[in-house]
């Protein structure tokens, strides 16, 4: 099996906002909806992921709650807020452009020979 993609430079914050807009979720559970989602293709380390959590949360773009997780274990609980929802369509807009770009670029061929 091949090993996990490594992400893009700035695509963390994507693709937190993206697994927080599925439903409330805590940390760890970003982590594993993250990996579900991408089929097992992005594995997102806890060292990365916290920090980012709180740079989404001081942008007010998630905000945060604490409940019950699971295993009865006390968790910081995150939502995406308005500002985060209209910042997650904002950058999936971006990158399905991004996305369209490198497809034609890289498709193209040697023309005139």
């Known amino acids: 099996m091949p090993s996990p993609a ?15 807009s599925l439903g409330p979720q805590h940390g760890y559970g970003i982590l594993l909806r993250i990996e579900q989602t991408s089929g097992g293709n992005l594995l997102i380390e806890q060292g990365a ?4 959590l709180y740079r989404l949360e001081t942008k007010g ?7 019950q997780s ?6 910081k609980f995150y939502t995406l807020t308005p500002e985060g929802e ?3 369509s904002e950058e999936l807009t971006a990158w399905d452009r991004l ?6 670029a890289l498709a193209a061929k040697v023309s005139g020979q």
């Open 99 to 104: 996305v369209e770009g490198m497809s034609l």
């Open 6 to 20: 490594s992400i893009l430079p700035g695509t963390l914050d994507l693709l937190v906002l993206k697994a927080i």
């Open 61 to 67: 773009l998630i905000h945060s709650e604490w409940g």
């Open 49 to 52: 992921l916290y920090p980012a």
């Open 86 to 88: 209209k910042q997650l």
């Open 70 to 75: 699971e295993n009865n274990r006390r968790a």
